[in-house]
């Protein structure tokens, strides 16, 4: 399960523990199990999101098969076998 938000503040507000929750909402809702919750805190145009290098690197290494994410108010999964 992949949160980010685009500066400190906006964490602050509860913006990233609100994403986070909506999208656990939905994963714990499907029935999935053994999530991995990573968040960042960094601009959307940044390719220095270190937390989302690793993610996608657990994704290659076939460490994990889906990653969920809010994206515009909605739950995106994206999923491989």
Known sequence: M???VSSHERKAR???SRQVAHVRETVVFRGW???VE???VASGL???RQRLIRLMEMARQG???GI???RQG???IYWHD
């Open 46 to 48: 940044s390719a220095k």
């Open 63 to 65: 460490r994990i098969t």
């Open 2 to 4: 992949y949160g980010r």
């Open 38 to 40: 990573i968040t960042d």
């Open 68 to 70: 969920f994410a809010l």
């Open 74 to 76: 909605i739950v995106a």
């Open 33 to 35: 199990q053994d999530i």
């Open 14 to 16: 509860g913006d990233l």
